[in-house]
């Protein structure tokens, strides 16, 4: 069995949806569970209609309700012939008109919950699911579309729920196994959920590519696809590195590190629970189906020491400084700190200290003020926006001589915030203001990556 995600670009159009089953079709005999996700930008419509209607603009909300429901139809009606199209534009409708009373109830209320976010979200994955699965029946696959809020349950943090794997491992061969076992493409959705009690919940933005890791995963699939837009995972992002390299093959681990720190072609999560199994993930590009892709392992068979793969960058960071002369040979210290940004639930990504001082990076400052107010309780804190984490990625930077050097060397002239190396072996990790972002990653992309091709095994 093999798991099979396809992104919002890959279902995005009648003629995205006709690749993908010429695409499934070929995976007949690995016997495929496919996950979809909403067709590309259905999502962001559909919580800025939710935020309308807490704003009290109702009719720009049910506009937007009735132009989603359009796109979709627009859709069935390029896919189907009159009589399936007629039947299907009735369960459209009764999606749009469940979204019409969110926004009337949420427009009377006047107030939008995580909840009420996460059931309006719901909707673009079980649209663009419904209409996939009825194609795939179309063109004569046997598809068994199972709603992925029976067997994907969480609690009930709304819009970032956390999975319980004992329970959705159970639904998963109670539910989805023995129709795979009985040769269905079963299909489902990524990102949705649901808790106990069948409120449906989401696992976060671009939680489709967690939820195909997960299924893979718990059914102990042999191969989990991630197809999307791209070639693959690249050594720099192609909108700001001309001349971007495909990777052929990587490690979890520097899969993970790049995804954590900006990569867009992979969730932060996805790597996780295939790293647990062992199984290896293929980042493959829908739009050029015959690329081979990106193969991530637990370790490449490649003869060599170290091996720069990547350069990731991360905007939108604020760079916190803690100073106290209390922390000079005080225990404690750190834990006080790390204290509070657990009381706020605000994840740290780098950390930096001295005798005297820390310097802690966040992207989320929605509690950023409670933070710096209790922190200057014990210390000195000033903070600084705008800024950036750049990220090297690559096996065994850490012990390897003259890494280091290479990155400094080809941004000399450029004043670097914070530098973080050695919690991790394979990334070296600095901060730099937002705006020369571009530059810095492509200095160290040239620096790099000017000649890869001693290393055809790894870049193509």
Known sequence: MIVMKFGGTSVEDAKAIRNVTEIVKKEIPNHPVVVVSACAGITNQLLQSATLASEGKKDDALQLVASIEGRHKKIVKELFDADTAKFLYKHISQFAEELAALVNGVSILGE???????????????????????????????????????????????????????????????????????????????????????????????????SAAIVGALLDAKDIQIWTDVDGILTGDPSV?????????????????????GARVLHPETILPAVKKNIPVHVLNSKNPGSTGTLIVSKPKVDKKCIVKSIAYKEGITLINIVSTRMFMAH??????????????????????????????????????????????????????????????????????????????????????????????????????????????????????????ALPEIFE
């Open 112 to 210: 939008l919950t995580p909840r009420s976010l996460d059931a309006f979200a719901s909707y673009g994955e079980r649209m663009s699911s419904f209409i996939i699965h009825h194609f795939f029946e179309a063109q004569k696959l046997r598809s068994f579309l199972v709603d992925a809020r029976s067997f994907m349950i969480t609690d009930d943090q709304y819009t970032k729920a956390l999975p319980q794997f004992d329970i959705v491992e159970r639904k998963l061969r109670e539910i989805v196994q023995p129709k795979v076992a009985n040769s269905y493409v079963v299909t489902t959705q990524g990102f949705i959920a649901s808790t106990h009690n069948g409120i449906t919940t989401t696992i976060g933005r671009g939680g489709s590519d967690y």
């Open 332 to 453: 404690g210290f750190l834990e006080n700190v790390f204290d509070v940004f657990y009381k706020y639930k605000t994840v740290v990504h780098t950390v930096a200290t001295s005798e005297v001082s820390i310097s802690v990076t966040v992207d989320n400052v929605k509690f950023l003020p409670h933070i710096v107010k209790e922190l200057r309780a014990f210390a000195t804190v000033t903070t600084s926006d705008r800024k950036a984490i750049v990220c090297v990625v690559g096996e065994n930077l850490k012990n390897s001589p003259g890494v280091a050097a290479k990155v400094l060397n080809a941004i000399s002239d450029i004043n670097v915030n914070m530098i973080s190396q050695g919690a991790s072996e394979i990334n070296i990790s600095f901060v730099v203001d937002e705006e020369l972002v571009d530059s810095v990653v492509q200095r160290l992309h040239k620096e790099f990556f000017s000649n890869t091709s």
């Open 241 to 261: 590195v001309k001349g971007a390299k495909k990777i052929k093959v990587m490690s979890f681990n520097e899969a993970a590190e790049l995804a954590y720190f």
